[in-house]
Nanobody, 115 residues
Framework: VQLQASGGGLVQSGGSLRLSCTVS????????VNWHRQAPGKQRELVAGLVIAGSPTHYADSVKGRFTLLRDYTKNTIYLQMNSLRPEDTAVYFC?????????WGQGTQVTVSS
């Protein structure tokens, strides 16, 4: 399973970005997809996640009400819509997919929010 993450960039505080995570297999074979981020000097943290075959989603408290997970299963893609971005959202964002007992990671995409 390979994951392709994209959509990062430089945005001003209050702006929006949409990150994409595309998996290389039928997404229905995946249990769940998560977005994580890692800021310089900080540990990687879970930002948001969802179950492919269900509706439950999870958001970190720091992004609730600002970030939204979107699904397009015809494209095997999960999006992270990020609104009202803040400088503290600056980080490298990674997506990961869980399939049975295996975890797969994509390369990161840099998000930089200027004040």
């Amino acid at each position: 399973v390979q994951l392709q993450a994209s959509g990062g960039g430089l945005v001003q505080s209050g702006g929006s970005l949409r990150l994409s995570c595309t998996v290389s297999v039928d997404i229905w074979s995946i249990n769940g997809v998560n977005w994580h981020r890692q800021a310089p000097g900080k540990q990687r943290e879970l930002v948001a996640g969802l179950v492919i075959a269900g509706s439950p989603t999870h958001y970190a408290d720091s992004v609730k009400g600002r970030f939204t997970l979107l699904r397009d299963y015809t494209k095997n893609t999960i999006y992270l819509q990020m609104n009202s971005l803040r400088p503290e959202d600056t980080a490298v964002y990674f997506c990961n997919a869980n399939q049975d007992h295996n975890a797969f990671w994509g390369q990161g995409t840099q998000v930089t929010v200027s004040s």
